[in-house]
């Protein structure tokens, strides 16, 4: 597509339940980030996936948050068990490869209530 | 370790005068180094970036930004700030071709008194 696509756009879900989110980067983009953007602060690591390498989970801040990246192109972020914590917006970003120009998604707003 | 430092978390101008919005990075190569801007309910859009070549890039909306590396910084900036240029920044630091991921600064919030 002509740019990265986060879906949905928006989830309330009640705690304790499972979400999933979706990304589908931009075509050819081997590398996709995902972050977390709490009202009002910067941008938090979650996970990065490059090319068929293993991805860095090392931003993930509990095991109930997991993802996967299919075939190298769509990504699906997991939060199990949701927390009123969780509560944020997630951003995920695409770009050619590692560390180059991050093109970004507008995001999945999501609310635990 | 590598890091990215925007010391400003707020920088409020008015509007007409001009603008520095700083960065300073610690990277374990030569970087790549882009700024960032979300506007109110918006995305990231990226301003500008520098990879090589001429240190002093320019970006859309009328901001340039200046690569120092013996100062190790890459600061934003703009001569007449508008209204609309109010909005959060982010500096960040890359190095393609390694496998040195992104590393984003906590982000500026600009305020434009009228």
């Known amino acids: 597509g002509a740019g990265v696509s986060q879906s949905p756009s928006n989830k309330v879900t009640e705690k304790g339940k499972d979400v999933e989110l979706r990304c589908d980067p931009i075509?050819?983009?081997?590398?996709l980030y995902w972050y977390r953007q709490s009202l009002g602060q910067g941008l938090e690591f979650l996970i990065y996936?490059?090319?068929?390498?293993?991805?860095?989970k090392s931003g993930l801040p509990s095991d109930r948050f997991s993802a996967e990246r299919t075939g190298g192109s769509v990504s699906t972020l997991t939060i199990q068990r949701t927390q009123q914590e969780d509560s944020a917006v997630y951003l995920c970003?695409?770009?050619?490869?590692?560390?180059?120009?991050?093109?970004f998604g507008q995001g999945t707003r999501l609310t635990v209530v | 370790a590598q890091s990215v430092t925007q010391p400003d978390i707020h920088i409020t101008v008015s509007e007409g005068a001009s603008l520095e919005l700083r960065c300073n990075y610690s990277?374990?190569?030569?970087?790549?180094l882009f700024w960032y801007v979300q506007s109110p309910g918006q995305g990231l859009q990226l301003l500008l970036k520098?990879?090589?070549?001429d240190t002093l890039v320019q970006g859309i909306k009328g901001f340039e930004a200046e690569f120092k590396r013996s100062q190790s910084s890459f600061n934003l900036r703009k001569p007449s700030v508008h209204w609309s240029d109010a909005a959060e920044y982010f500096c960040?630091?890359?190095?393609?071709?390694?496998?040195?991921?992104?590393?984003w600064g906590a982000g500026t919030k600009l305020i434009i008194k009228p």
């Open positions: 990277y374990g190569a030569t970087p790549y």
């Open positions: 970003a695409s770009s050619l490869e590692v560390g180059g120009e991050a093109f």
């Open positions: 996936f490059q090319g068929n390498s293993a991805p860095d």
């Open positions: 960040a630091v890359g190095a393609v071709g390694s496998n040195y991921q992104l590393i």
């Open positions: 520098y990879f090589s070549g």
């Open positions: 075509s050819g983009h081997t590398a």
